[in-house]
């Protein structure tokens, strides 16, 4: 997202912008102070100064100095910058903007917090425009506006050098385009002899008659083979050249970091990876294998018609725009006819399904009647579209068809009396027919292809589009490999998963070897965000994090992960086996390791009882294991590495007491002399720790042993004491029970 | 430091989330502040800066309006439960302003064109907020139905655009979104 706008001189002369000052950022924005649409309206920000200018007009000026804070809210639908002054108190609203530039705001803003702090590094977003700022069209997920800035060209010759290693399949099916239309074209030819040289010539035998039958035959035989062939290679084209690139784009999308798949939706990157490239097999299969086939076909039917009548030729040219606008706008048609059944039929499911899921609803209140004549409703309207689109198309379709071959109808009349005239015979009057017939043929698919080529050309972008990514967290040049101690020192650490919205800031921690940290506060406040951090997923945005003294960035991404153990609350389990599920974080572990870590993880007792042992089946389609359960194999999973550093993330949050024993039990295991992080809302699970430490605002609040901040009277007092006070009211309802 | 912890006070707390107050032009006084907002003096309690939250902003924007501290947990202070009878002329003209500052939806008063081009739709119209071009998802919820003739548009950057009344548009123009609908 662009933050750095070329200022228009004009505008820049109205703001007084000394020449010497260098613009920091420039922005435009789209409302007035009333709430007008506008143009012509910037904000720029230079080391020292904040400048706006509403419709090309100076609006507010004021230096960085005199400011005390400045902050961008967000409204509904629209948004306001608002500053703080210090010569007057209050907020000052300075900008308004509809939600198109809400995060350029955002952003700005923190931009300019920093230049207020003298902290001069520019604050860069990594967000995508929606749409392009230089036509308006939307942009399909990419970077760049591939219809202004995208080069087609390039994106063209980046795929050819794709398909080199599928030489083989073009030259096959580019041969069998060829053949299919000599073929196609030889039985005209044919037909026009018969009829010439042996219906109409007064001296045809029965041979010559047995001759064509054979010849039609081999023909008609050798066009099924080589549609065959046509199609099979086609397909083999495709489906080849959509496995390359899904499985390059699995994998760059495996490398990336987590924050460019957080970025995305997850709809977006599976898109992508199915949608976009299944784009690309359609677009061999059924566009490339014909494109050739049709303008060979196009090109050999004129000339063969023009040998014949040159005259007449130029007749059925004629009427070939004619066709093609008609097949255009029925075209058109159908699709505003057909996309508004579509939408209706997508109403009339989701309607279905949110009454379908919501049923013990529906049915407790007693609204199953209403319910039904809403739905009724919803259909009735579904099905007065599809009636009119029926009676249109069968109404329409046949006068289409004849309006279609309006040309060939000419033709024929003209011919007709050419051949009466004996200028022509029959057998070319049919040769030139049938050729005429084949050149409009394929007009309702040409009309499709350019849509097909751009859809194509919109897929190969978006996938180029992730393919070029750089991953944010790479290995170091020189990295290291080494047996982690478990020393974790976080170091003046800021972090944000957008860059103007702090999530850590000025983190300062340091852990030793074999330390147990517990890690309080509220919800949001940051906490899992610290271990993200730890585990290495995102890159700091200011500080370092040491372990072993070493910078992470240092260490070499395998090796450390591979010291790295984690039991998240939410556990997730592939749909394979729970031996499977266990080698993921190691494969070459022997069954004897499988045993010894499921038994530390009080998980051995429950799967020997399982009819199929360590070899059954969890996940979607498999077993269903409790939550317990689930946490155990996780468990038994993380002891298998045996971690230097252990993160426990909420592991033993909304399980029942038996299973919180087993685990809390299982933990006390797996933590014994290794450095570990963990979260917990109950607190009581972090008796044991060294040292607890309370997040708050951004910030670590308060640190020490569960008797220091006990002492304190700070915000970790007030969490125990509002737990026990929610435990003594628990209490009794229990035991009434 | 912070005070011990005490359960009335929580439980106080929770009390007051329940109560209703009402603010009429008795009990209350509002002013505009020099950066464009509104503040508010109820009893002994002063705001500097208020929020106007409509509590049904499509069915009655100007009944039950919650107006609520410009904190981040935005905590309500009270409620005008009808803007145009419990306050005077001035006061509404300046909450009605606030309201239409946080809500933004622009009503479409003329469609001059809907382009359609690989499953987006782009419009060039007139608003009551000046003429506008917005472009907007072909698949998917971009066209929300308030009632049978009132819709929303929603763009690709999430603007919403208001077609208060399909009736009122005239033939050519209806037919021009007629897909959509």
């Known amino acids: 997202m662009n933050l750095q706008y070329a200022l228009p001189s004009h505008i820049r002369t109205a703001m007084g912008i000394p020449e010497s000052e260098e613009i920091w950022y420039a922005v435009p924005f789209d409302l007035t102070n009333q709430g007008v649409f506008t143009q012509n309206s910037y904000v720029a920000v230079t080391k020292k100064t904040l400048y706006v200018a509403e419709e090309g007009n100076l609006f507010y000026r004021i230096a960085l100095s005199d400011l005390r804070d400045v902050r961008c809210e967000t409204l509904v639908n629209n948004g306001i910058l608002c500053v703080e002054e210090k010569k007057t108190d209050g907020w000052k609203k300075i900008v308004r903007f509809s939600m198109k530039h809400l995060s350029r705001f955002a952003f700005l803003a923190k931009g300019i917090r920093l230049l207020m702090k003298e902290n001069f590094r520019r604050v860069i977003s990594v967000e995508y425009e929606k749409t392009c700022p230089i036509c308006g069209r939307a942009l399909p997920g990419t970077r760049v506006c591939p219809h202004c800035e995208g080069n087609r060209h390039l994106t063209i010759a980046r795929f050819a050098h794709l398909c080199q290693g599928y030489k083989k399949q073009f030259l096959i099916v580019t041969l069998m385009m060829g053949l299919a239309s000599v073929t196609a074209l030889a039985g005209p030819e044919v037909q026009k002899r018969f009829i010439d040289e042996t219906l109409r010539s007064g001296h045809g035998n029965l041979t010559q008659v047995a001759e064509f039958v054979i010849v039609m035959a081999i023909l008609t035989a050798l066009t099924i083979l080589i549609r065959y062939y046509r199609n099979l290679w086609s397909a083999n084209l495709g489906a080849g050249i959509s496995k390359d690139v899904r499985a390059m784009l699995y994998h760059k999308i495996q490398i990336l970091s987590l924050s460019f798949i957080q970025e995305r939706r997850p709809g977006d990157l599976m898109n992508r990876i199915n949608r976009d490239t299944g784009m690309i097999r359609r677009f061999m299969e059924e566009a490339f294998g014909n494109i050739f086939y049709y303008i060979m076909l196009l090109c050999g039917a004129v000339i063969m018609m023009w040998r014949i009548s040159w005259k007449l030729t130029l007749v059925s040219v004629v009427f070939l725009p004619l066709a093609l606008a008609l097949s255009v706008a029925w075209r058109k048609n159908i699709h505003r006819r057909f996309h508004m059944q579509y939408q209706k039929l997508d109403e009339n499911n989701s309607a279905l399904q949110d009454v379908l899921s919501g049923m013990r609803v529906v049915k407790s209140f007693g609204k199953e009647w209403d319910e039904s004549q809403k739905f009724q409703k919803k259909t009735g309207e579904f099905a007065e579209i599809q009636e009119k689109n029926e009676v249109f198309w069968a109404s329409f379709y046949p006068l289409l068809t004849f309006l279609m071959g309006m040309g060939i109808y000419f033709v024929t009349w003209l011919g007709g009396l050419e051949t009466l005239q004996s200028k022509m015979t029959v057998g070319e009057l049919m040769q030139f027919i049938t050729c005429a017939t084949m050149m409009y043929g394929p007009l309702g698919w040409m009309t499709h292809l350019p849509r097909m080529i751009v859809q194509m050309l919109t897929s190969l972008e978006r996938i180029y589009d992730v393919l070029d990514e750089q991953p944010k967290i790479q290995d170091d040049k020189d990295p290291v490999d080494r047996v982690i101690e478990g020393k974790v020192e976080f170091k003046k650490v800021g972090f944000g998963y957008k860059s103007y919205l702090p999530v850590l800031d000025e983190i300062n921690l340091s852990v030793k070897p074999g330390e147990m940290i517990g890690i309080v506060g509220a919800s949001g406040t940051g906490k899992s965000t610290l271990i993200n951090l730890l585990m290495h997923l995102y890159e700091v945005d200011e500080g370092e994090i040491l372990i072993d003294g070493i910078n992470i960035n240092r260490y070499r991404l395998s090796c450390y992960h591979s010291q790295i153990g984690v039991v998240l609350q939410e556990t997730f389990l592939f749909s394979d086996t729970i031996l499977n599920n266990l080698r993921f974080a190691r494969p070459e572990a022997s069954e004897e390791e499988i045993i010894r870590a499921a038994k530390m993880a009080n998980a051995h007792d429950f799967i020997c009882k399982m009819p199929n042992g360590y070899n059954t089946y969890v996940g979607e389609r498999g077993y269903n294991l409790s939550g317990g359960e689930r946490q155990r194999i996780a468990i038994a999973r993380a002891i298998l590495t045996n971690p230097r550093i252990l993160i426990l993330d909420e592991a033993t949050a909304s399980l029942d007491t038996e299973s919180e024993f087993l685990i809390q039990t299982a933990l006390n295991r797996l933590t014994e002399g290794r450095t570990t992080f963990a979260i917990a809302h109950r607190l009581s699970t972090l008796k044991d720790a060294d040292r607890l430490i309370v997040i708050d605002e951004h910030h670590i609040a308060e640190m020490g042993s569960h008797e220091q901040l006990m002492q304190q009277k700070g915000i970790y007092y007030q969490l125990v004491m509002a737990q026990l006070q929610m435990q003594n009211l628990e209490r009794p309802q229990e035991m009434a029970q | ?181």
């Open chain 2, 1 to 181: 430091m912070q005070e011990p912890f005490q359960l009335e006070q929580m439980e106080k707390e929770t009390k007051e989330m329940l109560k209703l107050r009402y603010l009429t032009k008795e009990n209350c006084t509002f002013q505009r502040t020099p950066g464009g907002f509104v503040s508010l003096t109820v009893g002994d309690e002063h705001y500097d800066r208020i929020q106007v939250f409509c509590t049904f902003p499509f069915t009655d924007r100007y009944r039950c309006v919650s107006i609520r501290e410009s904190t981040e947990k935005a905590k309500e202070i009270g409620i005008i439960q009808d803007l145009n009878q419990d306050l005077d002329a001035e006061t509404v003209a300046m909450i009605q302003e606030q309201i239409s500052l946080r809500y933004f939806t622009p009503v479409i008063t003329k469609i001059k064109s809907v382009k359609e081009e690989y499953g987006f739709a782009y419009f060039d119209v007139e608003t009551d907020h000046g003429p506008c071009r917005f472009a907007i998802h072909m698949s998917g919820s971009a066209v929300v139905h308030l009632s049978e003739t009132r819709v929303l548009f929603l763009d690709l950057d999430e603007n919403r655009f208001e077609i208060p009344d399909l009736t009122a548009l005239s033939t050519k123009e209806q037919k021009k979104i007629s897909v959509f609908l």
